[in-house]
């Protein structure tokens, strides 16, 4: 079991890793301030403690085998910890489904002023998490279609890496020049090499199979500032939420579960009793297949997407999202062929689509080789 402390300030933990918030662990704080001009204890307990938790799924790298899953005692400080304390287990619960590893989770009791509730008048937007996927772009056109009305705002969760970043942004300078411009909040939270940990490879499992818990936390809490008590809106496509299995290689924690249904009820359950607020969390395209968010973003947003250079960029998100994921996890070259040939086929409606061959490291664990699609023509 790997045991990992988290502090604020620099008070003596013991761990086999340490974490200290604004140090080496970046939870967001600084931009939740940013954005709403304030941040209580409570909102700063539960960014701490989803922080931690992604950290830590990075920091440890997953063997082979019976070697794939973990266990970790993780060690968090609360100044809410009445609060968090009770919702303990159903946490690790959750953390067990998405990523198939042991969880213990110890809340520190720090000294703070506990909140005692917060006074947001509800309202009738929508708070979308936007990862800058095709799946999460598609869901931005079409809940932020002016002509529904209300409010929709958008979340993303950002790591270090700058590609992530600019292709979010691109994005979103894309929409706005096509009459679509919800507010974006942008959160950066990762771990770093730096002090009191300078030689940790902070970022040494790309599995990031917790990181869906990160993501809710951060919308849930943006959405109760603005509140949108009522809904919290989720966009993945129906077999990439409940996961089946494309082959023998891809069960537990090896398919990701970031959309599943049980995982989003019982984290709805999780933050309704963690913030005190009535909050839903809704998957709208989890009847759909990817073709049929690829039809509905040809079809009803045609005339916002209908340069050829985009039409590109989009697909290309698909092969990004979807490809890699399956070639890092060390998918055999016909298998992976053979998926590649089941997301042609969801794309034959599309005119231009072409499947050309690509290379790309993993890191610092050997070379894979991947595949992605990209289009020529209009949507």
């Known amino acids: 079991?790997?045991?990992?402390?988290?502090?604020?300030?620099?008070?003596?933990?013991?761990?086999?890793?340490?974490?200290?918030?604004?140090?080496?662990?970046?939870?967001?704080?600084?931009?939740?301030?940013?954005?709403?001009?304030?941040?209580t204890s409570l909102e700063s307990d539960l960014l701490l403690l989803a922080a931690s938790i992604f950290a830590a799924d990075r920091a440890i790298y997953r063997g082979d085998g019976e070697e794939y899953s973990r266990s970790f005692e993780l060690r968090v400080p609360a100044v809410n910890i009445g609060k968090l304390q009770p919702l303990r287990r159903q946490a690790e619960r959750i953390l067990r489904k998405l990523s198939n590893d042991a969880w213990?989770?110890?809340?520190?009791?720090?000294?703070?002023?506990?909140?005692a509730g917060l006074s947001v008048t509800p309202s009738?937007?929508?708070?979308?998490?936007?990862?800058?996927?095709?799946?999460?772009?598609?869901?931005?056109?079409?809940f932020g279609d002016p002509k529904r009305g209300g409010g929709l705002h958008l979340v993303s969760h950002i790591t270090h890496n700058s590609k992530t970043t600019g292709a979010q942004n691109a994005l979103i300078r894309r929409l706005d020049s096509k009459g679509i411009s919800p507010p974006h909040t942008q959160f950066l939270v990762s771990s770093r090499a730096v002090a009191p940990a300078p030689s940790l490879e902070h970022d040494i499992e790309s599995s990031q199979r917790t990181r869906s818990f990160l993501f809710l936390t951060l919308a849930a809490l943006v959405a109760?500032?603005?509140?949108?008590?009522?809904?919290?809106?989720?966009?993945?496509?129906g077999q990439m939420a409940v996961h089946l299995p494309l082959t023998e290689g891809r069960i537990g924690a090896r398919s990701t579960h970031t959309a599943h249904p049980d995982?989003?009820?019982?984290?709805?359950?999780?933050l309704q009793a963690a913030i005190d607020v009535p909050i839903r969390i809704k998957n709208p395209y989890v009847g759909r297949t990817k073709q049929r968010s690829l039809k509905y973003f040809g079809t009803a947003s045609r005339r916002q997407f209908q340069s050829r250079r985009v039409a590109g960029k989009i697909v290309v998100f698909l092969g990004m999202q979807l490809i890699v994921e399956y070639a890092f996890l060390a998918m055999s070259a016909a298998s992976l062929l053979r998926f590649m040939e089941q997301i042609r086929l969801h794309m034959s409606a599309m005119p231009g689509v072409r499947i050309s061959r690509n290379y790309t490291r993993?890191?610092?664990?050997?070379?894979?080789?991947?595949?992605?699609?990209?289009?020529?023509?209009?949507?």
Do not use: C, Y
Request: glycine share 10%; proline share 1%; charged share 25%.
């Open 1 to 39: 079991m790997t045991r990992i402390s988290v502090r604020r300030g620099n008070q003596d933990v013991d761990g086999d890793v340490v974490f200290q918030a604004g140090k080496n662990l970046l939870s967001g704080e600084a931009r939740f301030k940013q954005t709403f001009g304030s941040i």
């Open 104 to 115: 213990r989770l110890t809340f520190l009791q720090i000294p703070g002023k506990q909140e």
């Open 124 to 142: 009738t937007g929508e708070t979308l998490l936007f990862s800058g996927g095709l799946d999460s772009l598609a869901a931005a056109v079409e």
């Open 224 to 237: 109760r500032r603005l509140g949108h008590r009522e809904l919290l809106l989720i966009a993945e496509n």
């Open 263 to 270: 995982v989003l009820k019982e984290m709805e359950q999780f």
């Open 362 to 379: 993993r890191m610092k664990h050997g070379e894979t080789s991947w595949i992605m699609l990209s289009s020529f023509g209009n949507f």
